[in-house]
């Protein structure tokens, strides 16, 4: 696995314009469509009924930005996969050729978040130590899911029961890498976003100032300088995901490669009989006496 890390920084290296090119499209599309859901009219309203009727507003448009957000998931990963083995693929060849992974993965994230949702209430009832552990391991199923599915070609079905399996195999180490990157991805993303928050530090102030006059806070988002910034963070941290899937995915599948060639190796040779000792006789040398 340490190898597989160590492949992980290489290969953002080696690929880091195009990567990031890929993923600042994809970040600036996501948030330049957030703008146009109005959560802000949430904020002089203190009916919560009202406050419903509004979210359930939001619903539509909420879903329709996590689908595309699932698109350009499935872009990404493939790109990662096909574009070192074969030069020739770009974007718009990786975009097309990952339309077939598209709605088996959305069907399979639909059914996954249902689970995965009910596993993050149970984790509820033994406190904050269980939550954490069932978003690990919610995220640590994710990672699975489309390398599977593009590396072996699999439908829905086997893709569950190979995520299933890979994942568990070596559960606890997989549990382990999942925290710690989801840790190192949590601290990068808080001191990059850091970073990018220092141009807007003056309506921040101004907010400490005068607590009624929270508009510059809330129309930030909305802000084309901040929009690019905050995208162009998302770009940096983006293709770390995949590339981390892969390396979770293609170290199971060695392991899983090496246990059976141990199991083979084990194996005792054959007994040999006495039958065996013996040549059968060949069908030219029968005569007929």
Request: hydrophobic share 55%; proline share 5%.
């Amino acid at each position: 696995m340490d190898s597989a890390m160590n492949a992980l920084w290489e290969f953002y290296k080696g690929r880091f314009v195009a990567l990031f090119l890929i993923s600042l499209v994809m970040s600036a599309v996501l948030q330049y469509a957030t703008m146009f859901i109005d959560i802000k009219s949430l904020q002089s309203v203190t009916d919560p009924q009202i406050i419903f009727e509004k979210l359930k507003g939001f619903i539509v448009p909420m879903i329709i930005l996590m689908v595309v957000s699932l698109f350009f998931n499935t872009i990404l990963h493939y790109y990662i996969l096909h574009k070192p083995l074969d030069s020739s693929q770009n974007i718009f060849t990786c975009l097309y050729k990952s339309l077939k992974y598209f709605i088996p993965y959305l069907i399979i994230m639909v059914i996954f978040v249902f689970v995965g949702s009910i596993a993050i209430v149970l984790g509820l009832f033994v406190l904050i130590i269980g939550v954490f552990f069932a978003l690990a391991y919610v995220a640590m199923l994710s990672f699975f899911i489309l390398p599977v599915m593009m590396a072996e070609e699999t439908n829905i079905a086997a893709t569950i029961r190979r995520t299933i399996k890979l994942s568990h195999s070596s559960f606890w180490p997989n549990m382990g890498w999942t925290a710690v990157f989801l840790i190192l991805y949590v601290v990068i993303s808080l001191v990059l976003s850091g970073l990018v928050l220092l141009p807007f530090a003056g309506s921040f102030i101004k907010t400490f100032a005068n607590p009624q006059d929270t508009s510059s806070i809330i129309n930030l988002p909305t802000d084309p300088i901040f929009l690019l910034l905050s995208s162009a963070v998302n770009a940096i941290t983006l293709p770390l995901f995949p590339i981390f899937a892969y390396i979770m995915y293609f170290n199971g599948k060695a392991r899983e490669d090496n246990l059976a060639i141990l199991v083979e190796a084990e194996k005792p040779d054959p007994k040999v009989t006495v039958e065996d000792l013996y040549a059968k006789p060949r069908e030219e040398n029968n005569f007929d006496l």
